[in-house]
Every structure is written in C-alpha cells, then in structure tokens.
C-alpha cells in the first residue's frame, strides 16, 4: 500500500445509490485497514474498533460486514451483554468476524457478566487514529463535494496543513466555510477560508497571511 491517501482498496459489492461506499485510506489509518483486510487469518473472531468521532468508524466496520459476510455491532459498550456473550461465540462457530465499535475499553467499559468479560479481554483492539495531512486533504475534498461545494485545488492545499488535525476539527472548519460562503453568496476561495479558520480561532489573524 502507498503512503499517498487514496480510496480503500476493498472491491465491495455495495447497494445501488449507497453514496459511503468510499473509505478513504492513508498512512494514517492503513494499519487498521490493512488488519480488517486479513480478517480470515485472526486467531479470535472478533476486534474491538475504537476511534474519535467522524472518523468512519462505523462506515469501515459495515465495509468489513459486507464483504466478509460478518456482523457490526455498533456503540458495543452500551449493547445488551446477553447479546454481545451471543454474538461474540456465533462469531467464533461461524467464522466470520465480529465488529465491535466502542467508544470505551474495560475497564472504563463495566463489564458484569464474567463470561463475556474474558471473551472481550481476548479481543484484539484496534485504534483510528487522527489523520494526517493527506488524509485531511481528502477528507476536505469529500466534504466539499458531499455539501456540493466546488473545492478548487489551491483551497485543498491552504486548508490541509491549518485545519485542526482531527476529523472533528475538519467537519468544523468545513462546517464555518460552509457557512461564511452562505453569508456571503460566494464560492469557496482562499481568502474566504482564511476568515472561516480566523472566525473559529484556529489560525490567528495577525499572522493569517500564510
């Protein structure tokens, strides 16, 4: 895989007119990609998926899903336990993978039932973490274009490197251009930018000419 941001290379069977059928893959994030690609060759059925907010997680677990033919349990640390005890052995018989997305581990995630305790203690974890530069580019791109605004190429490269590297951070910086460009009826330019990124405090306008 190249270090270069790109479209996940998963060749995935999704419904006519599914418009999250794009993951986009990084350096950043090829890690996690790359660990749910090998998912036959897992010891244990089952991976715990943690990450910030925005940052696809659900939308990459349903990807695993759909291709593998296994099942995502979304927001898994708020699940019934039954449930999860349930799905985690139908995992381990079937042989198709168990997505569990969490927002907490144990033990900030309480656990009372001890069998299912020990089945998530052996579940590998995996973490997104925040993007990197070029992830942060097409994440701007995707944005843009999903609020059907046209991003010209030297916004993408302005915005990049300034925008808080976190994808809550992106969704709000896009979220205050949005905005700025309806306020003022115009396209998406570098000097608009500026101001958006001014107006939510992350770069400062005394030194906002970079």
């Known amino acids: 895989m190249s270090g270069a941001a790109g479209q996940i290379a998963l060749p995935l069977d999704w419904p006519a007119g599914d418009d999250e059928r794009d993951y986009i893959v990084s350096t950043s994030n090829a890690q996690v990609v790359r660990h749910f690609e090998h998912w036959a060759l897992w010891p244990v059925m089952a991976t715990l998926l943690t990450g910030p907010r925005k940052s696809g997680r659900s939308l990459l677990g349903r990807i695993v899903a759909a291709r593998s033919g296994g099942e995502l349990i979304d927001h898994a640390d708020r ?4 449930s999860l005890f349930h799905a985690w052995n139908r995992a381990q018989e079937r042989r198709r993978p168990l997505i569990l997305v969490v927002d907490r581990l144990p033990p900030e995630w309480s656990i009372a039932l001890p069998d299912l305790h020990s089945r998530i203690a052996a579940t590998p974890v995996v973490h997104i973490p925040d993007p990197d530069e070029g992830l942060a580019g097409q994440l701007i791109e995707k944005l843009c274009h999903a609020r059907g605004l046209a991003a010209p190429p030297e916004l993408i490269r302005y915005l990049a490197p300034r925008v808080e590297r976190s994808y809550l951070g992106i969704h709000r910086a896009l979220e205050a251009l949005d905005e700025l460009a309806l306020q003022r009826r115009q396209g998406l330019t570098v000097p608009l930018a500026r101001r958006a990124l001014i107006a939510i ?10």
């Open 201 to 210: 405090g992350v770069i400062d306008e005394s030194r906002a000419t970079g």
């Open 79 to 82: 699940a019934d336990e039954e």
